[in-house]
């Protein structure tokens, strides 16, 4: 049984950092491609950045791009999501998500099969 378990969230100044985790359980990711999205109140669940775990198709939204920086750390069995120079619209519940499809530069949610429960990230001006 899969399960991703995300941490790291919190209240932070813009311009500050996080760095949100992603446990990862129940079976090998090696053929995986690891994803995190976001959702905003009252917005739709948008993408932010994707990896395989192999460590290869590295994608990034082009509103985080240069800011965020997305890697695992196999020994781990864990996705993390570096976030620098946060900005008030960087507000919103970030999720983990995880497929066996090899997915593009714009995936939806729809492509990935596996989501985590989510943490909070508040940014104040």
């Known amino acids: 049984q899969v399960q991703l378990v995300e941490s790291g969230g919190g209240l932070v100044q813009a311009g500050g950092s996080l760095r949100l985790s992603c446990a990862a359980s129940?079976?090998?990711?090696?053929?995986?491609?690891m994803g995190w999205f976001r959702q905003a109140p009252a917005k739709e669940r948008e993408f932010v950045a994707s990896m395989r775990w192999s460590g290869g198709n590295i994608y990034y939204a082009d509103s985080v791009k240069g800011r965020f920086t997305i890697f695992r750390d196999s020994a781990k069995n864990t996705a993390y999501l570096q976030m620098n120079s946060l900005k008030p619209e960087d507000t919103a519940v970030y999720y983990c998500?995880?497929?066996?499809?090899?997915?593009?530069?714009?995936?939806?949610?729809?492509?990935?099969?596996?989501w985590g429960q989510g943490t909070q990230v508040t940014v104040s001006s």
């Open positions: 998500a995880a497929t066996q499809r090899w997915t593009g530069s714009r995936p939806s949610g729809a492509e990935y099969a596996y």
């Open positions: 129940g079976r090998s990711f090696a053929t995986y491609t």
